[in-house]
């Protein structure tokens, strides 16, 4: 089965920095699309940044310049480091893979930017 694994979450401090990793099987990894996106509470689920099978990348406007989101075929893992963190990047991030008609999520890892 298809399972994806968000880690690295945490409490930092604002300007602080996070590396969020996913670990993906139960997929031909290299084909799909990879992606972070995140849920603050009371919000809607948003899109933080994608990376592409051919390496090609996505991100949001309110996360450019801080956020970098890259993959490692071999290990079939997606990262998300995340630079200059502020409150408002609180959120539980979801890692997510898709591909055509198929479409995974991972269960969610709390990032909390607080002093």
């Known amino acids: 089965q298809v399972q994806l694994v968000e880690s690295g979450g945490g409490l930092v401090q604002p300007g602080g920095s996070l590396r969020l990793s996913c670990a993906a099987s139960g997929i031909i990894f290299s084909v799909y699309t990879m992606g972070w996106y995140r849920q603050a509470p009371g919000k809607q689920r948003e899109l933080v940044a994608t990376i592409g099978s051919g390496g090609g990348t996505n991100s949001a406007d309110s996360v450019k310049g801080r956020f970098t989101i890259s993959r490692d075929n071999v290990k079939k893992m997606v990262y998300l480091q995340m630079n200059n963190l502020k409150p408002d990047d609180t959120a539980v991030y979801y890692c997510?893979?898709?591909?055509?008609?198929?479409?995974?999520w991972g269960q969610g890892t709390q990032v909390t930017v607080s002093s």
């Open positions: 997510n893979a898709k591909r055509f008609s198929n479409d995974f």
